[in-house]
């Protein structure tokens, strides 16, 4: 009996400890809030989407307060407030009005996917919890925001006395996501093992429920929610129930720059591009297997076309798919006709577009498509997957003209690719001014001008 007194005695101690000083730091924080917007953005290298969406953001922020501070919370070790103004300009052509504060991290680890084999979205979930703690303890901002898409941050921000502010690019758990998993779909997110599996399926769908709850808990910390498309809106709004803080904010897409590019191609070696990240769920390999057979299936007297990959690899896992692209192109026997371009900068970015006849990208439930857009305003026709953003909002008619594609599996990709190959010059360059037109509704100027009308309530006025 003693020792079980003594037992529990010693856990009671440890955890008043541990309450002790969990209040000690965040009565801390509180105290010593800094007058600055910190960004939440634990990877400053990833060069994708969500990278632009951060300077702007900066930018924006820079521009409309003035009297408020950046600081980005990175766990890029090399990062300095000088590198990462310049890695802006020389990658997505932004330019920041002065260099961020850099607030570096060193619990990254914890949101790596390679450290949950298993259960890996809540895992890194509850990882950025701790990410996040670290983060505020160093550094204790007026404003926490979030670019990244880690909403279990929020509640600890909350207690940090900070305003959450949020632009999500997708949720981290879909209404999809779960009809995929109860039709037993094997897909990137979910393994051909619980796939096959009744049993495993309904206990992936228990789970995915039961995580669904808590992102929606989470997420409802937010005090502005912006998002970027409709998929993600209506996925956001039925998930966290705030509709009223939700903001559908398209992101920015260099338009102004890629459109003085002329719509004429070459046409003795027509290119098609691919520009995404080496993630699995880009799915790169549909996109080479959909090329052979079009090539296979081209006519003697045509050219043969070039399929271009471009983007950039996080971590070595996106480097080791990158060399299995390299290998299975040469085992489809096209070696010859692809080209590999890894963390290429912006003004190679715009040259390798500005030659393409035609933008390939086919991950399923792309929740907007940043480089759809980018392909339409570079002339370059869009072969896009039928599902979510590119179906919802980009790859729509303008005027009542086709702007692009939309496919969903390798022969409907394969069919386009040799619609646009085979295409008269006149059509293609006429379908690609509509795509051009189009493009312009996701200009970065606009995404500024929505951005500031969003957070003006939130960050106030400059005084």
């Known amino acids: 009996m003693a020792y079980k007194v003594l037992i529990w005695t010693l856990i009671s101690t440890v955890c008043a400890l541990i309450l002790k000083l969990v209040s000690v730091a965040i009565i801390g924080g509180r105290r010593k809030r800094e007058r600055a917007v910190g960004f939440f953005h634990p990877y400053t ?4 989407g969500g990278e632009r969406v951060l300077w702007c953001a900066v930018k924006a922020v820079q521009e ?3 009297d408020l501070h950046c600081a980005v919370f990175t766990g890029d ?3 300095s407030p000088e590198s990462l103004m310049a890695r802006a300009l020389e990658r997505f052509g932004v330019k920041l009005l002065y260099p961020p504060k850099v607030v570096h991290l060193y619990k990254r680890k914890w949101i790596e996917e390679t450290t949950y084999p298993r259960f890996t979205m809540i895992g890194q979930s509850f990882g950025s919890v701790y990410l996040s703690w670290e983060a505020l303890c160093k550094f204790t901002p007026l404003y926490y925001f979030d670019t990244s898409g880690y909403a279990f941050t929020y509640p600890v921000a909350r207690m940090f006395g900070c305003k959450v502010i949020c632009y999500t690019h997708y949720p981290t758990i879909s209404l999809d996501m779960l009809s995929h998993v109860r039709g037993q779909s094997s897909m990137y997110n979910n393994d051909a093992l619980i796939a096959r599996s009744i049993w495993l399926s309904q206990c992936k769908v228990i789970y995915y429920m039961f995580f669904g709850w808590m992102y929606g808990f989470v997420g409802s910390c937010a005090h502005l929610a912006m998002v970027n498309s409709s998929w993600t809106q209506s996925h956001i709004e039925k998930l966290w129930g705030i509709p009223d803080l939700i903001k559908r904010i398209y992101p ?6 890629l459109q003085v590019l002329p719509l004429e191609r070459p046409v003795r070696s027509p ?3 691919s520009v995404a990240q080496f993630r699995p769920e880009k799915a790169h390999t549909l996109q080479l297997e959909a090329f052979s057979i079009a090539v296979r299936q081209l006519d003697a007297d045509m050219p043969r076309p070039k399929l271009q990959f471009v ?5 070595e896992a996106d480097e080791e798919r990158l060399q299995n692209l390299k290998r299975l192109a040469t085992e489809l026997k096209v070696e010859e006709d692809v080209e590999f371009y890894k963390n290429v900068m912006y003004s190679d970015l715009m040259r390798l577009l500005g030659g393409a006849v035609a933008g390939i990208h086919s991950m399923i439930d792309e ?3 940043i480089s759809v857009v980018e392909y339409m305003a570079a002339g370059a026709i869009p072969i896009a997957h039928n599902s979510a953003g590119p179906k919802m909002d980009i790859v729509l008619e303008e005027d009542g003209q086709q702007t692009g594609f939309l496919a ?3 022969e409907e990709y394969a069919d386009a690719i040799l619609k646009i190959l085979k295409m008269p010059e006149t059509e293609r360059v006429k379908m690609a001014a509509a795509a051009r037109r189009r493009a312009s509704r996701f200009s970065e100027q606009r995404f500024y001008e929505d951005f500031k009308a969003a957070v003006r309530p939130i960050l106030g006025n400059s005084s």
């Open 45 to 48: 290298n990833d060069g994708g």
């Open 64 to 66: 409309d307060r003035p």
């Open 77 to 79: 070790h090399d990062a």
């Open 252 to 257: 920015p897409c260099d338009t102004s720059g």
């Open 271 to 273: 290119t098609i591009i």
């Open 311 to 315: 983007g950039s690899c996080r971590n």
């Open 367 to 369: 929740h907007f498509g």
């Open 408 to 410: 969903q599996n390798v």
